[in-house]
């Protein structure tokens, strides 16, 4: 492994934590109308990579089939997670079993569960023999993580925590990230031949998150519209470098 992917297995995860750095500074509260942009933001940057350098490169590689059983597989397992984990949101509210822990460790487990669909798509990103596919996703994951990891510290702030810890908390929620990166690039280099499933998996796990997590929380506040246009927008901007950097 060259440094220049280690790089890219780590740096995303990093930017989590960086998003988060506003928080030390802002005076006053970001306008929910802003960071609902920013999550459909992210949310457009993840659909663009999640089908140009995931579902895309699996079929042309197995086809139809493998890409398909690979996508709803990839659902399903996070579905399943979700079902059987207790975690919170701070709109959507409590999900999975009832559990005793304290409303913040509940939440800094959604964002983990949230984030490692994302690891692994840049781990088997990575893993793909073509490295400008696993450029793509770290570049498209590390822009979606920065508004993500401003819209973690914000709510916590806003719950009375103060902005040093809010901050610290964004940093650990994406530190899970690199770690499934790994993961994801090892497990494809050892098993080459699982790697159209692999891709597809990774982009069926990260359209679960994109339809259950993201678009859902950015349309809670009543700013639909400027959360849908900034999908777009973002959409189009991986779509224009996938294309240029193709």
Known sequence: ???????????????????????LFLKRDVPF???????????GVMLAATFFSLLLPSLESSGVIITTIGLLTGALFLSFLDKITPHTHFIKG???PSSRLKKIWLFIYAITLHNLPEGL????????SDYKSGLIIAIAIGLQNIPEGLA?????????????????????????????????????????????FALSFAGGAMLYVISDEIIPESHKRGYE???????????IIMMILDFLLG
């Open 1 to 23: 492994m060259n440094l220049s992917i280690l790089f890219g297995l780590i740096i995303p995860g990093i930017l989590t934590g960086v998003g988060a750095l506003p928080v």
């Open 94 to 96: 409590e999900e999975g």
């Open 33 to 43: 109308k802003y960071v609902d942009a920013l999550l459909g933001f992210a949310a």
């Open 121 to 128: 798509a840049v781990g088997v990103g990575f893993g793909f």
């Open 152 to 196: 973690v510290a914000l709510p916590l702030v806003g719950e009375g925590y103060s902005r040093g810890k809010a901050l610290l908390i964004s940093f650990i929620t994406g530190i899970f990230e690199p770690i499934m990166a790994l993961l994801g690039f090892l497990l494809v280099k050892v098993l080459i031949k699982i790697l159209p």
């Open 225 to 235: 519209k400027e959360a849908t246009f900034s999908i777009i927008i973002g959409f």
